[in-house]
């Protein structure tokens, strides 16, 4: 693919694709997806495990349910890297097999002055020993200096990854530490229900960690919080 950081982006085009008709991806379908890119799942083999997937649905006699989440192509997927990662074993091949291509300077710098805008509106629940809303703010700024450092020189785009993944996991960490836990429990319950139906082609390290992916992401959306990660820009 000629820019990695379209991970998101190509596996949710793809996925429409083979499904014939547009479906918007649930907050367990990005999961699913933060949890393929944490794992280093290259993205070539996310798109073999869809297609596969959908090969076997389509020759099936009888067809009474779409396909609607991508986690019925789980276990395709992981099928995919496996097989992949076997054929480079020996070849000198690299299982990754994606190179991040750059961005425009312009593109990323308006990406994290927008990031920065988000975090000074996000409304963020406080809590006595947890200044929530400083950090946000703190971040904003941040984003806006790297901002400035990115127009005047592009830097490698995995240290700016390395730097954003950092800021959001301690955006993260005091948002987990100040939400209620009635929250928490109604947020991990809505993760079980929507993961239910799935579980039996996931295992359950997969499952364990997918689970942990929804919460984040649902309660960065609750909260207005912005992802900051590059692979958001589209």
């Known amino acids: 693919m000629e820019n990695y950081f379209n991970y998101f982006t190509e596996i949710e085009e793809h996925f429409q694709r083979r499904r014939g008709t547009i479906l918007l991806l649930s ?44 986690a019925y192509c789980a276990q395709a997927v992981l099928t995919a890297a496996e097989d992949m990662k076997e054929a480079a074993v020996g070849t000198g091949g690299n299982a990754q097999g994606e190179k991040a291509a750059g961005f425009d300077a312009a593109e990323i710098a308006t990406f994290l002055r927008g990031n920065a805008e988000r975090l000074e509106k996000a409304q963020l629940p406080e809590r006595e020993g947890f200044a929530t809303g400083a950090l946000a703010r703190e971040n904003a700024r941040a984003l806006r200096e790297i901002a400035e450092d990115v127009e005047t020189k592009l830097p490698r785009l995995e240290d700016l990854e390395r730097r954003l993944t950092v800021m959001e996991e301690k955006l993260f960490a005091a948002l987990l530490a100040v939400t209620a836990d009635s929250e928490l ?50």
Request: charged share 30%; with cysteine; net charge positive.
């Open 27 to 70: 907050t367990l379908d990005w999961a699913l997806i933060e949890t393929w890119k944490g794992a280093g799942i290259p993205l070539e083999a996310v798109l073999r495990g869809i297609d596969e997937a959908f090969d076997k649905y389509d020759q099936r006699p009888t067809k009474s349910k779409k396909v609607n989440s991508l």
């Open 185 to 234: 429990v109604a947020v991990r319950a809505e993760a079980d229900r929507d993961l239910a139906p799935y579980r039996r082609n996931m295992t359950a390290a997969q499952v364990e960690q997918l689970h942990k992916q929804y919460v984040h992401k649902r309660l960065l959306e609750r909260c207005g919080v912005p992802r900051l990660s590059l692979f958001y820009m589209h």
